[in-house]
Every structure is written in C-alpha cells, then in structure tokens.
C-alpha cells in the first residue's frame, strides 16, 4: 500500500513537522492513527571504508591521519635551493597562509583550530630545485626524502617536538616545485625524525599557492584528516561535485566542506543528522552547513558502501557570491577511490545556462517543489520549504 501523504500548506507547517517523524511505508491509508517508527541512529547510516586510504568511510584511521578537531600545531618553514634562491623576506610567504586559520575555525564552528607558528628565516635545500621530481611525477620516495631535507635543514633553529605537522613553502624562483602534495607517513618505514618526534604529516606547498591562496590549506590539510579528493583524475576535472566542496574544486564559488565531511570529521555530531536506512520516510529541517546548530545532514542509505544525503547550503558567512543556494543532493560510494568521484552531486537544474562566472554543476542546488528520485534504489528526496533560515525535506525509502 502507498505511504500515508504529508500535506504541508505553509512554510511554518513544514517546520512544525520537521522532527523525527517517521512512517512505515506499508502503512495503511484507512489507519485512523498511523504507529510512528522510532527514529532512525545515525550510525545507521554510517558507511563503511573499503579503499585502505583516504575515502568516505565513516570511521578514520586514526594510526594514518591526524586528529580533526582541536588544535593543530603547525611549524611553516620557508625553503631555498642552491638553484633558486631566494631574494626577499618571507613575511608575504607567511601571509598567504594566514587566513587558513580562521577559515578553517569557521568551517569547523570551532571544533578544528589550526595555530600556524612561522620559521622566518630562508632555509636552504641541500639539492637542486629540480631534482625532487615534481615536474616528472613525484613519488612517495622523492616526497619523503624532499620533507627530510627541509626537517633536516630546519632542525638547527627549531624544536620539532612542539609541532604536530609541518608546512614547507618554497621560494617564489623555484618554479620546478610547481604544486602542493601532502605528506602522510608510513608507518611501516622508519620516516622522518627530528627532536625525539616523528614527523607524520605535512604539505609541501608549490607555485599554485599564489593561485590558490589559502583555501589551497584547507585542501590539503583536509588529506591528512582523511578525506579524499573530489576532483577527477580523468576526464572533466570538476565533473563530480564542481565548487561545492573544498576537496573539489579549491576556488569553487562555495567551497565550504560537505555535510557529510564535516560528520566524518567530528564537527557534525550524530544528533545533527537524520538517517532513513529501511522503508519509511521522514521530513527534515535542515540548517545550513556554513552556520552553527541544527540538522546539518539527511541521510537515505541505499546500500552497504552507498548513500544520498540532502543539506541545506546558503553560501552568506563563508564564502559570498554563490550561483546558487538551497538544498543540495548528492550520492556518496564509500568503496569509490579518491579521484574517482566518492561523492557526485546531483544536478537540480542541468538545462539552464550557468551565469557568468559559474559551471553548470554550480546551479545544482535544489529548491522547493522538486524531487529526486534514484531510478535503481527508488530513493526520494522532496524539497518542501525553504529559506535563507534553512531547509524542510522529505525523504523515503520504498
């Protein structure tokens, strides 16, 4: 039998009903009173790992990656190169990274702090710009013995048992250090080792942080929590989740981490989210993920490593300007790799022409009145109400 309809009239109607409200799909329609299911855990709809790196299981390594939330303690040293020298003070170096802190403090509604402390003096590189093998594909290798260099020659004026990650900038006249890979350790090798400390993790920056600026910090830093990269490998680079995440498209018009990030995470907690994870529905009020409080996620887990989540995303606060705003749809694959679309938005409005300065996948935001329905698990998402205070969904399971 159909489930039993939800008439809402209003705007304040949806928000009176936005609770844990959940009804059985076999309800009956004669049933004067329906029985209400007890609403749904949300571990219930936490996805499991199955890459062995950096994915969208729910459960981090907490042997590989740093902690989320607290304070980060971050030593920023500043490198030359025998080839390269540098020829002016590091001060806008330091400046360029700067702003992360806050961003990152934002972002997090203050569960992640990052306390950027700067060495600010030229350290030079015992070899060659050149011969660290960014400009013909770094290996692991090449990395690690790149970031023992810059420990090693930085040791004399630093106590490296204060810190728990390094970021290594080098000097604007090294071009072949081109771009920004993190550093995430080995713990099957001996590493990198300075003042009684391992070294576990870091960002050796490159020249795309003057394109990037410090959202290109949150990005990598976001690697060495765990979470994978959202951009494509192959094909169109931003073809999965455009500028709707951090770990997607850097200087995206919004890219705020996903709700689904920030419950990985730990900056959304468990009674921040709704799970439907069998047959039933139920009707959410969403807050927007860039502010603090409320509902930041709903979740419909459609298998063992899958699952939609609707959130509600208004841009104002983070970052300004977006092309679009409301309720944004997107499925999650946990045993997907990174790089090959962990997560894909769902386009609410793939006809229409993007304005100036934004993709298609921009406009992907869904607004009240429309519906998603996945054609392979009949999952569904209705958008009922919204806002610039948030969102109202139903979701439904067959």
């Known amino acids: 039998m159909p489930a039993l309809p939800i008439r809402l009239r209003s705007l304040t109607a949806a928000l009176a009903l936005a609770s844990s409200l959940t009804v059985p799909a076999n309800a009956q329609a004669a049933a004067p009173t329906p029985a209400l299911r007890p609403a749904v855990p949300a571990s219930a709809c936490a996805l499991p790992g199955r890459t062995g790196w950096t994915d969208e299981g729910h459960a981090t390594d907490q042997v590989q990656f740093q902690p989320s939330t607290g304070t980060r303690r971050v030593l920023t040293l500043f490198v030359d190169f025998p080839d390269a020298r540098a020829t002016e003070p590091t001060d806008a ?8 802190a806050d961003w990152m ?11 950027l402390t700067s060495l600010h003096r030229w350290i030079r590189m015992p070899a060659e710009s050149h011969t660290y093998g960014f400009e013909r594909g770094l290996t692991f290798e090449t990395h690690e013995k790149y970031v023992r260099d810059a420990i090693e020659s930085a ?35 001996p590493g990198v080792t300075a003042d009684g400390t ?11 942080l003057w394109r990037w600026g410090h959202k290109v910090v949150a990005h990598e830093t976001g690697h060495t929590f765990g979470l994978p990269d959202l951009y494509s490998f192959t094909g169109p680079t ?28 730990d900056w959304t907690r468990d009674a921040q989210v709704a799970c439907v994870d069998a047959s039933g529905r139920r009707v959410v009020r969403l807050t927007p993920v860039e502010r603090p409080g409320g509902t930041k996620i709903a979740v419909l887990r459609t298998g063992e490593t899958t699952a939609y989540v609707a959130e509600s995303r208004r841009p104002e606060g983070i970052d300004r300007g977006a092309c679009s705003a409301g309720v944004l749809i997107y499925k999650v694959d946990s045993a997907t790799p990174t790089g090959e679309g962990p ?27 429309q519906i998603f329905t996945d054609p392979d698990s009949g999952a569904r998402i209705e958008v009922l109400a919204g806002g610039e205070a948030g969102d109202v969904v139903r979701l439904r399971m067959p």
């Open 93 to 100: 170096y330091a400046a360029q990274l700067a702003p992360a």
């Open 105 to 115: 403090r934002t972002a997090s509604h203050g569960r992640s702090r990052l306390a």
């Open 155 to 189: 040791d004399p004026y630093a106590d490296f048992s204060r810190y728990d990650m390094v970021y290594v900038v080098p000097t604007r006249t090294a071009s072949a250090i081109s771009f920004s890979p993190t550093y995430l350790y080995d713990p099957s090798t």
């Open 198 to 208: 391992r070294l576990k993790w870091g960002v050796t920056f490159g020249q795309d």
């Open 238 to 265: 931003h073809q999965y989740v455009g500028g709707w995440d951090v770990m997607g498209n850097i200087a995206g018009h919004a890219p705020q981490y996903l709700g689904w990030h920030t419950w990985k995470l």
């Open 343 to 369: 997560i894909r938005v769902v386009n609410g409005r793939p006809s229409e022409t993007p304005p100036a300065g934004c993709t298609t996948l921009d406009l992907a935001a869904h607004t009240p009145g």
